[in-house]
T-cell receptor, first 112, second 111 residues
Framework: KQEVTQIPAALSVPEGENLVLNCSFT??????LQWFRQDPGKGLTSLLL?????REQTSGRLNASLDKSSGRSTLYIAASQPGDSATYLC???????????FGPGTRLSVLP | DAGITQSPRHKVTETGTPVTLRCHQT?????MYWYRQDPGHGLRLIHY???????DKGEVSDGYSVSRSKTEDFLLTLESATSSQTSVYFC??????????FGQGTRLTVV
């Protein structure tokens, strides 16, 4: 059974810092991995999708990497801003059933 | 934003009553999913659909049923609501091997 963990569970940083969020998964047989952000009381917003054949994806100040063999992904946020404050979730898509398995999330607070 | 609409957005119901949540998409995506989100448990898959009339169970399917009679609609039914089904329910859509898009959620309270 696929299990996804995220470290740290919570993170508080001053504005302007670069930061890294970590995601680990137990079964490397995945189609892709997706990073989401969730604001309180809201739905999930897709940030980045990395296919299993890719090593990284970039969107603006966000960069996500994938090391499938070791079961790890990182989300790098450059020059953090208070508007980045949210919960960040990673999800892996299994190559059976096309379902998504989510990690518990990292709650990020960026202080002005 | 992907065209996903969940209804209702909020609902309070009594224990033992049936409840149906609706997910409607305008993207013609093949896959549709129902998740529930609870503190301490994160997002867990209830049921999913891989085509019209094709559905399968997720990890927390007990007490829930689904139907998909059209590509655009995926219904989640709680046959007899219990307090343990108080949660936030999210619908998601996807094509094969592409990114998933989520609806805004339905907050259900069973009293």
């Amino acid at each position: 059974k696929q299990e996804v963990t995220q470290i740290p569970a919570a993170l508080s940083v001053p504005e302007g810092e670069n930061l890294v969020l970590n995601c680990s998964f137990t079964d490397s047989a995945i189609y892709n991995l997706q990073w989401f952000r969730q604001d309180p009381g809201k739905g999930l917003t897709s940030l980045l999708l990395i296919q299993s054949s890719q090593r990284e994806q970039t969107s603006g100040r966000l960069n996500a990497s994938l090391d499938k063999s070791s079961g790890r992904s990182t989300l790098y946020i450059a020059a953090s801003q208070p508007g980045d404050s949210a919960t960040y979730l990673c999800a892996v898509r299994a190559n059976y059933g096309q379902n998504f398995v989510f990690g518990p999330g990292t709650r990020l607070s960026v202080l002005p | 934003d992907a065209g996903i609409t969940q209804s209702p957005r909020h609902k309070v119901t009594e224990t033992g009553t049936p409840v149906t949540l609706r997910c409607h998409q305008t993207e013609n995506h093949r896959y549709m999913y129902w998740y529930r989100q609870d503190p301490g448990h994160g997002l867990r898959l209830i049921h999913y659909s891989y085509g019209v009339k094709d559905t399968d169970k997720g990890e927390v399917s007990d007490g829930y049923s689904v139907s998909r009679s059209k590509t655009e609609d995926f219904l989640l039914t709680l046959e007899s609501a219990t307090s343990s089904q108080t949660s936030v329910y999210f619908c998601a859509i996807s094509q094969t091997n592409t990114e998933a898009f989520f609806g805004q959620g339905t907050r259900l309270t069973v009293v």
